[in-house]
Structure formats: C-alpha cells, structure tokens
T-cell receptor, first 113, second 110 residues
C-alpha cells in the first residue's frame, strides 16, 4: 500500500462516545499533521509531529488527543465531542516538518450527533 | 485573517477552455504551493514555487508568482471534466507553518 491511508473513512458518534482516527504513511516521511476541514472554512491545522515529537498544538480543545507512536503512524483520539466538531479530518505527511509538499490521506468524515 | 485568499470563489467553464485562479497573501513567503481537492477527498499537491521563481510549469498547469504584488496565479489549460475540483493555495506564513486559503471551486462542464 502506498501514500497516506486513513481509517475509518466515515464515523458517526454520539457526544459521550470515545473513538480514534488512524493515519498511516508509507512514504518514509518524518513529519505528520492533523487538519480539520469544516464546510466553507479554510483548512485548520490541529497538530504537527516531527519524528514522533509534537511540535505544534494549534490551540485545539483537550477533547482531541493526538498520539504518534512512531514516524509512520498517527492517531487522533476523540472523546466527549460536540456537534460543531463534525468535519473532515485530514492527515498529511512531509519529508521534514514544514519542508516541501505535504501528502494527504483521503480523510475521515466525522459526524457528531 | 488568513494568509492566502483565492479568487474567484467559484468558476464554471466549458471543457477545453482555460481556467485561471488567483491567490493573494499578506506576509513575505519562502514558497507558495497549490493543491487540488476532489469532493470530500484529501488534498493533492500540484506544484510548489519558490519566492525567487516567477513561473513554473507542470503538464497543463502554469503557476506564476509576483512577490511585489504578493500574488500568484494558477492556469489550467485545455481543461477537462476531470479537472472539476477545489483548488487551494498555501503559503508558509512567517514561522514556516503552511497556511491554506479558502479555495476556488472549479467546475468544468462537458
């Protein structure tokens, strides 16, 4: 499998649920990113990891908790979300942090009821 | 306010025509990138142009950069229905963080 993969592709959850989004990159990159894309709003950066170390936390609420166990995998743990958290969550990777092109996964479409 | 802003917000053209999208930004940059996103999918990197470059080509894509006007344009020549997508510019704003604009929605009618 090549590129950046994300699972699940679609997720519906209640406000009291706990779920996790998974991202895996097969490109040998050192940096990984989480973005949130809401309707009619620019892409919002959430978290950045470089060699498994978090280098950016863009004022994201604590109900979103990232985890990067190694340079190929990135998780976003979700708990007690709000309906306004419904969005497309995109994972991306790049050779080094903020260097060059970013390669995106297909995204997870999240609906919070 | 966002660093990169695309113009127009939406564009509808006939297959075979050229499509031009513009991006303006506010602060100095090291490079500017263009991405494409098909409906509800991930973004695909199209082209990166550095601040010391004025023009770059990739297939049917032509990107120009005018740092004096803080603007860039993306030209798609001989458009195809498959070019229907949203197009975003992204700039490294200050601390190298990549900041995306709101995008231009392009519809190519066959």
């Amino acid at each position: 499998e090549t590129g950046v993969t994300q699972t699940p592709r679609h997720l519906v959850m209640g406000m009291t649920n706990k779920k996790s989004l998974k991202c895996e990159q097969h490109l040998g990159h050192n940096a990984m990113y989480w973005y949130k894309q809401s309707a009619k709003k620019p892409l919002e950066l959430m978290f950045v990891y470089s060699l498994e170390e978090r280098v950016e936390n863009n004022s994201v609420p604590s109900r979103f908790s990232p985890e990067c166990p190694n340079s190929s995998h990135l998780f976003l743990h979700l708990h007690t979300l709000q309906p306004e958290d419904s969005a497309l969550y995109l994972c991306a990777s790049s050779q080094s942090v903020w260097l060059g092109a970013q390669y995106f996964g297909p995204g997870t479409r999240l609906l919070v009821l | 306010s966002q660093q990169g802003e695309e113009d127009p917000q939406a564009l509808s053209i006939q297959e075979g025509e050229n499509a031009t999208m513009n991006c303006s930004y506010k602060t100095s940059i090291n490079n500017l990138q263009w991405y494409r996103q098909n409906s509800g999918r991930g973004l695909v990197h199209l082209i990166l142009i550095r601040s010391n470059e004025r023009e770059k080509h990739s297939g049917r894509l032509r990107v120009t950069l005018d740092t004096s006007k803080k603007s860039s344009s993306l030209l798609i020549t001989a458009s195809r229905a498959a070019d229907t997508a949203s197009y975003f510019c992204a700039t490294d704003a200050g601390g190298n963080k990549l900041v995306f604009g709101a995008g231009t929605i392009l519809r190519v009618k066959s």
